[in-house]
């Protein structure tokens, strides 16, 4: 380790604290509450979490911009989008 | 929906670390409360009135990428200063289209955001000994399997980092714990982008629904006053 004070030290503790706040954000992790999970399991499916995220955005994306192209200006969604502007 | 107890959690836990130069914990980290959600929601609205997506001149692809980028520059806004949101806001520059709505959003901030130094070229050598750490800590865990495939086992630890590095925005500066860190950051952040943009919808789809079926109500009363 290198010659920083002991209160920049990274204890295995806190590294321990990330992982398993990681593996207890996934999806899988949360339905079956598995026992830890290894390195390559956990970072495997923090991939494929981002991934099922990332097309989800892209999913709500595309409704939102059909939803949007037959919304004129005096309908009462884009009332809804004015006065959540305001407030 | 996330709940609130989640984040406050988190956020307690977070507290208890000491403080190093690597992390940026802070206490208020990403507690989602009401405010929270209003302000991001009204940030990407904001974005939608920026790039006019409701006007009927836009075709429906370009549409969709305005509101995607909408969302995600309303994500890293709130979100404030992590590598992550400057990676993203970075990687979003990188595109010509994009550069007009970041300047009209982020005003001056947009040019400062830029002029951040650069991670990819610090080599932080305390980084590999805590990769190694960690993987030494998940690999504890696996005493009881055969460990024949030691080096192999640790190849794909290396090969899906590095997909990891490809998915968070400025990962591929990142090392070891900030790795692990900003990751957390953004699944979280990630997570509050599509609940918002879900709940967003089904306001929109709903009162649709039920303008259109006072309009029809009201056609056939029409009709009928009309025999």
């Known amino acids: 380790m290198s010659s920083r004070g002991s209160s920049s030290r990274i204890t295995d503790e ?24 290894s390195a390559s399991k956990l970072l495997k499916e923090t991939c494929s979490y981002i991934k099922s995220l990332h097309r989800d955005v892209d999913d709500l994306s595309d409704r939102l911009s059909a939803l949007m192209a037959t ?6 969604q884009a009332d809804i989008i004015r006065s959540l502007l305001r407030s | 929906m996330l709940s609130r107890t989640h984040f406050i959690y988190i956020s307690a836990c977070v507290a208890a670390f000491s403080p190093s130069c690597l ?33 009927n001149s836009m075709g429906i692809q370009e549409r969709k990428n305005a509101i995607k980028l909408s969302a995600d520059v309303a994500m890293a806004v709130f979100r404030g200063s992590r590598k992550w949101t400057r990676g993203l806001i970075a990687g979003l520059s990188e595109k010509q289209q994009n550069r007009s709505f970041l300047q009209l959003i982020l005003g001056e901030q947009y040019e400062r955001r830029l002029m951040k130094p650069c991670y990819s070229s610090w080599k932080i050598p305390r980084c590999r000994t805590i990769v190694r750490r960690s993987l030494r800590v998940c690999c504890r865990r696996q005493k009881k399997k055969k460990n024949q495939s030691g ?23 990142m090392d070891g714990l900030s790795l692990l860190d900003e990751t957390l950051d953004y699944v979280l952040s990630l997570r509050a982008q599509v609940d918002l943009m879900q709940s967003l919808l089904t306001t929109v789809e709903s009162s649709k629904l039920r303008s259109h079926s006072k309009r029809t109500l009201t056609e056939r009363k029409a009709s009928y006053v009309g025999k």
């Open chain 2, 23 to 55: 992390l940026s914990f802070s206490v208020a980290a990403m507690q989602v409360t009401e405010a929270f959600k209003h302000a991001f929601l009204k940030q990407m609205l904001l974005g939608f009135q920026a790039s006019a997506v409701s006007t």
């Open chain 1, 71 to 76: 919304m004129d200006a005096n309908s009462p």
């Open chain 1, 14 to 37: 806190e590294i321990n604290e990330l992982v398993s706040k990681l593996q207890s954000l996934l999806p899988e992790s949360r339905r079956r509450n598995i026992g830890r999970a």
């Open chain 2, 151 to 173: 080096v192999l086992a640790r190849t794909l630890v290396e090969k899906r980092t590095q997909q990891l590095k490809r998915l968070v925005p400025g990962g591929e500066s």
